[in-house]
């Protein structure tokens, strides 16, 4: 069982920047791929960015690429997602999830963590 609880959403203004973190309760580095995913109010959960587990892939939505970054650290457990030049269409709940390889399904969920982006 794998639990992981984001943190770092918050407001901000369009054109600001966050990093949200997502924390795990074992050893991220026990071949689990790690993605962010988000879910805007009224709409369905869209896929983000993924990163391998060893950090040595990733996968960006085409609407994210260039402006947000994933990252991982496994001796803290721990996956970033680094978000620049946000936008108002960026407010969402953002989750992160873990999965046993990049292409494979997610099987682990957290909390998820609110992102505002006033304009």
């Known amino acids: 069982q794998v639990q992981l609880v984001e943190s770092g959403g918050g407001l901000v203004q369009a054109g600001g920047s966050l990093r949200l973190s997502c924390a795990a309760s074992v050893r991220t580095s026990r071949n689990y791929a790690m993605g962010w995913f988000r879910q805007a109010p009224g709409k369905e959960r869209e896929f983000g960015v993924a990163i391998s587990w060893t950090g040595g892939s990733t996968d960006y939505a085409d609407s994210v690429r260039g402006r947000f970054t994933i990252s991982r650290d496994n001796a803290k457990n721990t996956v970033y997602l680094q978000m620049h030049s946000l936008k108002p269409e960026n407010t969402a709940i953002y989750y992160c999830?873990?999965?046993?390889?990049?292409?494979?399904?997610?099987?682990?969920w957290g909390q998820g963590t609110q992102v505002t982006v006033s304009s």
């Open positions: 999830a873990a999965a046993r390889n990049l292409a494979g399904e997610y099987s682990y």
